[in-house]
């Protein structure tokens, strides 16, 4: 398996790239990688990687590619000019077929904008959406779309990210059936905007979907759903101000054990299970959001990822190339919008604002 990879988007430079793709080829003897950026500059790093990644650099092959996409460019000059760029020819590779995944940590706005016009989408996608996982109770996991790849959303856009997000959790994650709901301001059926309220009418219809009504923002965290439907101006705040919470509270902890001689005692004795708690809650193990809609896998490292963060990102595009995800992705859709198109419009289509089902057990959960 060959990934793409392009060393130079993220915040801390190749180094923190080459090495998290030199890990990702040291745990995975399959896995080849690409590595896109200057030749001198990615030479130097690969020949300064710590001793036990060195056998791991006879995997690492580097093309040239002299000029670079910044943070903060402009997106009209990233598609003018992105050709000759490790982003744009990282994807370019992929789209002839070089290599069965992409990887950045670069400009998101340019590395959707590009992966768009050298791959294109999926039949009915207009535009991909953005979707990681965060984690919930219980040491689980939810997948939250959009994370900011549309920061508008029609009820049309918001039942493709239901469906791929579904899907995804299901092939991917082997979920036989995944849990799904749609971001709400309450539980009750008449509340939302307009477009909320549309997608919920028509998500009823999928039948054959575990669609379990709105969910509130505390809700995301609770467990109790797989996959969180909101638009990317929702998904990208709630995602920010998440990890942010999470650095918070493990930095709040570790200051308390340190306050005082007695405390420290204790967190001596507590160390290790406040390694896990941030390993469970450290936002890099939950690296790599998959762009979604796309006609090829695409994955966006966190800008600010380290070199562990960066591997596992490679580690997700590597499972989504084993699940053929795309392809996967593109019949299913198919076979949802053919069943939702041949099931009739139930009352609740008719914008009565009276909740369904699945919203009555949602709102009495609530008020318990």
Request: aromatic content about 4%.
């Amino acid at each position: 398996m060959r990934i793409a990879v392009d060393a130079m988007g993220g915040d801390l430079g190749p180094r923190a790239t080459v090495q998290g793709a030199a890990s990702a080829a040291s745990s995975d003897p399959d896995l080849e990688i690409r590595l896109f950026g200057p030749r001198r500059q990615l030479e130097d790093e690969v020949s300064c990687l710590p001793r036990l990644l060195v056998a791991a650099g006879s995997r690492l092959q580097i093309v040239d590619a002299p000029s670079v996409i910044g943070q903060g460019q402009s997106l009209s000059d990233a598609l003018r000019h992105g050709q000759t760029t490790s982003m744009g020819r990282m994807l370019d590779s992929l789209s002839r077929g070089e290599a069965q995944a992409g990887v950045s940590a670069g400009n998101t706005g340019a590395l959707m904008a590009l992966s768009r016009r050298s791959l294109g989408t999926l039949p009915g996608i207009p535009r991909p959406a953005i979707s990681t996982a965060i984690p919930t109770r219980n040491r689980g996991r939810c997948y939250l779309l959009d994370l900011g790849a549309n920061v508008e959303a029609s009820a049309e856009r918001l039942v493709d990210f239901a469906l791929m997000g579904e899907a995804m959790a299901r092939l991917v994650d082997g979920i036989s059936a995944p849990r799904v709901a749609l971001l709400n301001v309450g539980v009750e059926g008449a509340k939302g905007t307009a477009s909320v309220r549309e997608a919920d009418a028509l998500l009823r219809r999928q039948s054959d979907m575990a669609y379990c009504g709105y969910v509130e923002g505390d809700g995301i965290f609770g467990g109790s759903m797989d996959v969180v439907v909101c638009d990317g101006f929702v998904g990208n705040a709630v995602l920010k101000a998440s990890e942010g919470l999470a650095r918070m509270l493990v930095e709040r902890v570790q200051a308390t054990f340190v306050a005082h001689w007695s405390s420290r005692l204790v967190g001596l004795l507590a160390r290790p299970a406040l390694r896990r708690l941030k390993g469970e809650l450290d936002p890099v193990r939950y690296n790599g959001a998959s762009l979604l809609g796309l006609a090829g896998i695409v994955v966006k490292s966190h800008g600010g990822a380290d070199a562990t963060g960066f591997h596992f990102a490679l580690r997700r595009a590597v499972q989504e190339v084993r699940h053929n995800l795309p392809g996967r992705l593109a019949a299913e859709l198919d076979q949802r919008r053919s069943a939702m198109e041949a099931t009739p419009p139930s009352r609740f289509d008719e914008g009565s604002g009276i909740p369904g089902p699945a919203s009555q057990d949602h709102a009495e959960n609530h008020q318990e």
